[in-house]
C-alpha cells in the first residue's frame, strides 16, 4: 500500500469520528508529518454552529498539540462520503496554507473515488493573505 493510500484510509477512520449530530456530514482528515507519522482529526460539531471545527483544522491543531512543528506537514489527506468530491473550506484553506509545508499537497476523496482530487496549496489558495 502507497502512503497516500496509507493516509487516505486514516482519513476514513477518522469520519468514522465525527461528531456531527447537526449536519450529518462526517468528515476526516489525515496529516503526513515530517517524521512519517499520521496524525488525523475529524469535524467536531456544537449546537452553536459557529463554533464547529473542521476536520482539517482537527488535524492540524492535534498534530500541532502533539509537538509537530508548523509548516513541516507534507502532504494531507481528506475523506467525506456524503459528497462525490470534498474540497476544503475557506477557513481551513488560509490555515492550511500557515501550517502546511510550502509544497504540501492535499488529495480529496468523497463517495465518487474516480472524482478524487489533488491541489497544491497555491492552487486552493491563489493570492493569499500570507506572512508579513
Ligand atoms: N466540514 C469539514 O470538516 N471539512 C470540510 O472540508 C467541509 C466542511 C464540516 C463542517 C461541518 O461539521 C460539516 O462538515 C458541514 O459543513
Known sequence: MTQEQQLMDQAKLAA???????SHFP????LLTASGEIISGCNVENISYGLTNCAERSALFAAISQGHAPGSF????IYAPKVALISPCGA????LLELMARDAVVTCQGSDPAASRSWTLE???PGAFDSF
Request: with cysteine; aromatic share 10%; hydrophobic share 40%.
Open 16 to 22: 468514522q469520528r465525527t461528531y456531527s449530530p447537526y
Open 74 to 77: 507534507k502532504a494531507m489527506a
Open 92 to 95: 481551513c484553506r488560509q490555515v
Open 27 to 30: 468528515v476526516g482528515a489525515a
Open 123 to 125: 492552487q486552493l489558495l
